[in-house]
């Protein structure tokens, strides 16, 4: 069974995307901050980070730096979920980070989020 990590200060958010990625066969673990959720991708190594970007503590870019410049973390895939996900610039900027596999908003269906983790993972 494949892990994914949700970083996600929206803790509805969370609660909706792990409960429909359990339904779809995930082990889902969730982190409320980029600090926790950095110190849960070292502690358990998930096979996706899902993160947005406006974690409270820092900000997307700042996660990926840390995810990408630790050696338990820098194979790790994450995808960017966001609400400004649909922001080129942003999207632009975030792709840049070698961890980075996909941009994706909020309020895409869940099913092409759902096709996107799938791909990203190689299923």
């Known amino acids: 069974m494949k892990k994914i990590l949700i970083i996600e200060d929206d803790?509805?958010?969370q609660s909706l995307m792990t409960v429909f990625l359990c339904e779809n066969g995930f082990?889902?673990?969730g982190a409320d901050s980029?600090?926790?959720?950095?110190?849960?991708?070292?502690?358990?190594r998930p096979?996706?980070?899902l993160m947005d970007?406006?974690?409270?503590d820092m900000n997307g870019h700042d996660a990926a730096f840390w995810?990408?410049?630790?050696?338990?973390?820098?194979i790790i895939p994450v995808?960017?979920?966001?609400?400004?996900?649909?922001?080129s610039d942003l999207?632009?900027?975030f792709r840049k980070h070698a961890v980075c596999r996909g941009v994706l908003s909020k309020t895409q269906p869940l099913n092409e989020i759902l096709q996107e983790v799938r791909s990203v993972l190689g299923m």
């Open 79 to 87: 995808v960017l979920l966001s609400a400004m996900g649909g922001d």
């Open 34 to 44: 980029g600090k926790d959720g950095i110190k849960k991708a070292l502690c358990s």
């Open 91 to 93: 999207a632009a900027s």
């Open 67 to 74: 995810l990408e410049y630790m050696k338990g973390t820098r």
């Open 11 to 13: 803790w509805n958010f």
């Open 47 to 49: 096979d996706l980070i």
């Open 53 to 56: 970007y406006n974690l409270g």
């Open 27 to 29: 082990e889902v673990e």
